[in-house]
Each structure stands twice: as C-alpha cells, then as structure tokens.
Nanobody, 121 residues
Framework: QVQLVESGGGLVQPGGSLRLSCIAS????????MGWYRQAPGKRRELAAV???????NYADSVKGRFSISRDNAKNAVYLQMSSLKPEDTAVYYC???????????????WGQGTQVTVSS
C-alpha cells in the first residue's frame, strides 16, 4: 500500500503565493512520475504540473511561469510552488504518483486526498 499525504493548501489573496507538499509513504520499489492535478467546481480534473524521477517537468499552459514543481527523491516528496495566484486557480489540488511495488511490477497510479486552494480577496 502506498499513501500520499498533501499539505499546504489554504486561502490566499490574488497575486499571493502558496507551496503545496506531498509525501509518499508505504511499501514500494520506486516512484516514476509525480505530479499535481487540480479540479475546480463543475470542471474535470486537469494536470497542473508533473515531474519525472530525473527532474524533467511539464506544465499546463495556464500555470507556466507562475508555478514550479520540484521533488526530493530521498524523501519521496513532491512540491508545487505557486506564485501570482489568480482566482481561476481556485480548486482542489491532488497529488499523483506512479509507483511500482516490486522491481518487476508495472507502474500503478495513486492519488492523495486533495487539498483546497482558494484564491480570493
């Protein structure tokens, strides 16, 4: 079993910053990609940012230049630094990781419980 625990959400004013954290725990051999997805009310869940174990990153166009994803492989952690936040960034942010339990296993996805980010004055 692998669990992802997120933290760092909250209420922030437009133009402000927040840093989300996600730590993976449990039994697994390795983690490949880790990322952050978000889901606004009435909308589908969408990718915000993703990072590979080697450090390659990919961002949604809507967050490029404002969000920065990073990870600490030793801690099995991924972070999302969000700056210049806008009201349209308001959503529940979910951490995602693709892990394999054993060396010869396939990679399976696991999701965190989500953390609310609200951007409002």
């Amino acid at each position: 079993q692998v669990q992802l625990v997120e933290s760092g959400g909250g209420l922030v004013q437009p133009g402000g910053s927040l840093r989300l954290s996600c730590i993976a725990s449990g039994t697994f051999s390795s983690i490949n990609t880790m990322g952050w997805y978000r889901q606004a009310p009435g909308k589908r869940r969408e990718l915000a940012a993703v990072i590979t174990s080697g450090g390659s990153t990919n961002y949604a166009d809507s967050v490029k230049g404002r969000f920065s994803i990073s990870r600490d492989n030793a801690k099995n952690a991924v972070y999302l630094q969000m700056s210049s936040l806008k009201p349209e960034d308001t959503a529940v942010y979910y951490c995602n990781a693709n892990y394999r339990r054993y060396y010869f296993s396939t990679y399976d996805p696991v999701w965190g419980q989500g953390t609310q980010v609200t951007v409002s004055s």
